[in-house]
């Protein structure tokens, strides 16, 4: 699905936050504590080179990301500032969730 959602981000939430106040599918199965990549999104590169590096924890979870790019990263883990104003972040088409037992956190 390549739609498109405008949302209004307050600065200083995470995109999981956002994403899931907007009904956006992006899953978040660990809650935002860094043990899965299900919150997975894709930044333009201009505003994935305005961010810290990820840390080593997040890029732990995002070698087992769906569809890694180099500018990946956790939307539990970006928070929204001033820079994120007019920008893209795309979903991939796929996540890997590895509860198995069809555990989807409340939001």
Request: glycine residues 6%.
């Amino acid at each position: 699905d390549k739609s498109i959602t405008e949302v209004f981000a307050e600065e200083g939430r995470h995109i999981l936050e956002i994403a899931k106040e907007n009904d956006i599918d992006l899953e978040g199965a660990c809650e935002a504590s860094i043990a899965c990549s299900t919150c997975h999104v894709i930044l333009e590169e201009k505003l994935y080179d305005s961010l810290q590096p990820p840390k080593p924890e997040e890029d732990d979870m995002l070698d087992l990301a769906f569809g890694l790019t180099p500018t990946s990263r956790l939307g539990c883990q970006i928070r929204v500032t001033a820079d994120f104003e007019g920008t893209k972040i795309t979903l991939p088409k796929a996540t890997r969730n590895m509860y198995v037992d069809g555990h989807k956190p409340k939001h």
